[in-house]
Structures are given as C-alpha cells and as structure tokens.
C-alpha cells in the first residue's frame, strides 16, 4: 500500500464508496496509468521576453517592483504602464499583496504581452490590498499606499498601487483588477480613471483570481482616452483563457474618444444619489449636467433591491474565494488557461498560512457557510444576483448608460472606514451583471476628488467613451 492507495480510498469515502483492497489495488493502477498519459500534456512555456531590469521598490508606496520591459514600436509607444502584482510579467516576482505569496512566473499574463506588443513599456509591478480582498488600500502587507490627491486619506482598493501610480504621474495608465469595484473605487478617490470592462471581454490567463465570476482586468488611467487606448490594446478573446472565448470582441473604442452624445440616453440612479454623501451627490449632478447641456436626454431610474447589492456580493465572493483557496488555485470547469500561477499563488500562501486578518476572516466565514449550509446560501444569492441582472437589462433597453457617484463618499482618513462594504455598494452592481463601467473624475467635495460612475450596456464600452470624454471637457477640462 502506498499514497495512491491512501488517496483512492479516501477518495472513494469521500463518495460514499465502498472498495475492497483488490479493488484499491486496481484503482491505484489505473491512475498510474492515467497520470503517466496526462504528464505528456504540460504545456511549453511561452518564451516571454523578460524585463531588462528588476528591483525591489525601497519602502511602502504605489510599486512593489520596479522593471524595464520595453515595449518597441507600436500604438501605445509613448506610453508607460505599470501591472498590478496579480498580474504576471515575466521573471519580475508576484506576491499579491502578501507576506505569504513569493512566486516569479515562468510567463506573462496575456494583457501583459499585448501591452507590449502594442509598444508600451512596462516600468513595474504595484501594490495592492492583500489577495485584492479589501477596496480601502489599508491591507497591503508591504506598507502603506498613499493617496496623492488626497494626503492622510486611503487610496481606495485594492488596485491602490495602480491608482496611485497614476495620479502622482509615475505612469500614464496601470492595469489593475476589479471583483467588486476594485478599479473604480481607487480611480475615484484618487482622482484618475478606471475602466471596468464586460465581463471576461479581457482575458485573465497570468492573472490570480479571487472570485472567478465577478473577476475583471482594466485600466487605470490620467484620462478616458488613455485608459480607452489601453483597454483596447488588451481586449479580445484569446484560447488562453477559454472564458474570453465565444465573446463579442470590443468595437470602436478609439474612434469614439470625443464623439458625439445627443443621441444617448442616460438615466441617474435615484438610489445611489440617496445613499451617497449630499455633497457627492451634488458634485455628480454637475457632470449630469454636463451630459444634459451637451445633448444628452437625462432621465432619473429606479432599481428595485438596489440595497441588497452587497449582500449578494458577499455571498458570492466569500465562497469562490475560500473554495479557490481550499483547491490549490484550480478552477474547474469555467477555468482561465494555465493555473499553475494562481495554484503556486495559493498553495505558499496556505503553507505559510499569512493571509492578515481581512482575508483570513474571509475564508474561515465564507468556507464555514458553505459548509453548515452545503452551497444553499451561495446558490440563493446566485438567484438574487439574476434578478438584478434582469433589472438591469430592462433598464439598458430603454437607456445607452446609468449614472452615479461612483463611490458614495470622497476618500477617508486612514483607519477610519467601518463598513468597507458600504464603498463597493454602486460598484459591486456590475461586477454582479458583468456590465461595463467607467469612473471619471467629475469634481470635488472638501479638495478630495469625487467619480461618477457610467455603465453600459454589455460590449457598449464606446458609449461610456463618448460620455466620459464629454464629462471631461464639461466639468474638469
């Protein structure tokens, strides 16, 4: 009896199967048989150029390492763009915003190699809240992320690196990733552009997920222009990641940088004007206004259980997050490419066991709930997030975009968020229906800055193009 035995016996309890030891024995033979014909099927590592240089960015900040991977000759060459560390660049190591992750992948994510290909220069790789589990910027375990717009005050996350990045100048765009709001909110509150695309239109193979159907990777950047030349230079599907495939490819994009929108509808979201902060709201009324004088027709909407947003977020996210954690970074099924990033990812961080106490608390909640109600409560808000969606999808049949504050409040001092939840609750919405959304800056409350959030409808990422370079030369221009 060896390890092949163990397994095919705890295994078979495992399904309520009972096997005798002859029938072990067979078992363990046939699995042999079966691993020794998958071993010919390992993929070959891409021969991704690596960077010309790589350093450990000194201190706490917007980097966690600094590269030089030049990107030649191209549509973006004059562009220098930064990744966030769940983002593979080759050879330039990836922790995730964690003491426990220490991995150098082999190979770049797919984003990664288009930027490069579209002759960007990457100049490194930026912090953020650890495993991307937090939108306030405090739980990096590399140090603190300064907000450059707004001193004292958090960055937002947990693409907080990207963010900041980008509004103190370090570089013209960044990617980062967004599960609930994670591009937007940092964009938002440190006064830049995020770019949140239709869900799986950008491939995620290189990329660490932490809850595979709420994932998304976008820009950020200092204008829609930029962030839009970026996102489409990194769109598209690709057999790398077999969720892209089968989707509309993004069309347009460039061509509708400052177009025309009297031919849009808009509708501003009551309930997130309500729940947001007076002075936000009314900072956001401005950009609507904007929209209004320059032809667009502006109608108010209302979205029935706007409020349960974040409840149904946690009850996705909490879950696929703990199952992915507890299967060694495999996704099954709906997977993204190659996982043995996400899986090397995963299995250090579990063999160190340093999570912090956000993502600890996350996986010891969402793991106990799906147990003590066998997946019934990560099925219910699976019903709940459908029904949303329908909502939405009404709404996009009679409007072009909906509007709102992107988050309901301008950046707090550090440690002084309660309720991170509440920060996510008008982003979180379309990371539930997979929508796109754009946050541009639209003014500010207090000399913080402030976003308005504009979504659209599925693969309409142009007409949050045209109406976010309209709010940029109407409000801020």
Do not use: W
Not at 53 to 71: I, K, M, N, Q
Not at 277 to 292: C, I, N, Q
């Amino acid at each position: 009896m060896g390890e092949k035995h163990d397994v095919i016996r705890e295994v078979a309890n495992s399904f309520g199967i009972n096997l005798d030891d002859d029938d072990i024995d067979a078992y363990a033979a046939d699995t042999a048989s079966i691993c020794e014909r998958l071993q010919r099927l390992d993929p070959p590592v891409r021969p991704d150029p690596r960077p010309e240089s790589v350093s450990e960015s000194p201190g706490p900040g917007a980097f966690r390492y600094r590269c030089r991977l030049p990107g030649g000759q191209g549509h973006l060459s004059d562009l220098e763009v930064a990744v966030k560390d769940c983002i593979a660049v080759a050879g330039v190591p990836m922790t995730c915003g964690s003491t426990g992750v220490l991995v150098t992948p082999r190979t770049s994510a797919t984003v990664t190699r288009r930027l490069v290909e579209a002759g960007a220069d990457i100049v490194g790789t930026t912090n953020m809240d650890a495993f991307a589990l937090s939108p306030t910027g405090q739980t990096c375990a590399h140090g603190r992320i300064e907000n450059p717009a707004a001193a004292g005050c958090i960055p937002g996350g947990s693409s907080s690196g990207s963010a900041a990045a980008v509004a103190v100048g370090d570089v013209d765009a960044a990617l980062g990733s967004d599960t609930g709001g994670s591009i937007r909110i940092p964009a938002a509150l440190c006064g830049v552009v995020g770019f949140k695309p239709t869900h799986a239109t950008v491939p995620r193979s290189g990329f660490v997920d932490l809850a595979p159907s709420l994932d998304h990777v976008g820009p950020l950047a200092r204008d829609v222009a930029t962030a839009t030349r970026t996102l489409d230079a990194i769109a598209g599907p690709s057999p790398e990641d077999p969720s892209s495939l089968g989707r509309q490819t993004l069309s347009g994009l460039c061509t509708a940088i400052g177009e025309s929108v009297e031919d849009l509808r808009v509708g501003v979201i009551d309930e997130a004007m309500v729940r947001s902060e007076d002075a936000v709201a009314e900072t956001v009324r401005d950009g609507v206004t904007a929209l209004s004088e320059a032809g667009v027709t502006v109608e108010s909407v209302s979205i029935q259980d706007y409020q349960m947003t974040s409840t149904v977020l946690l009850g996705t996210l909490s879950p696929e997050f703990s199952t992915l954690v507890r299967a060694g970074g495999q996704i099954y099924g709906t997977g993204t490419g190659d996982s043995s990033l996400c899986q090397s990812a995963m299995t250090g961080a579990t063999a160190h066991g340093e999570y912090g106490d956000v993502v600890r608390d996350s996986l010891l909640l969402g793991a106990a709930v799906t147990e003590l109600t066998h997946g019934e409560r990560y099925a219910a808000a699976q019903n709940a997030r459908q029904e949303l969606t329908a909502t939405i999808e009404s709404l996009f049949e009679r409007f072009d975009a909906l509007v709102g504050p992107t988050t309901p409040i301008p950046a707090p001092p550090f440690g002084a968020v309660g309720d991170s939840l509440a920060l996510v609750e008008h982003t979180a919405l379309f990371n539930l229906t997979g929508h796109p959304a754009l946050s541009v800056p639209v003014g500010h409350v207090d000399g913080k800055p402030v976003g308005i959030q504009i979504a659209t409808r599925r693969y309409g990422e142009a007409a949050a193009v045209r109406l976010g370079t309209t709010i940029e030369s109407g409000v801020v221009g």
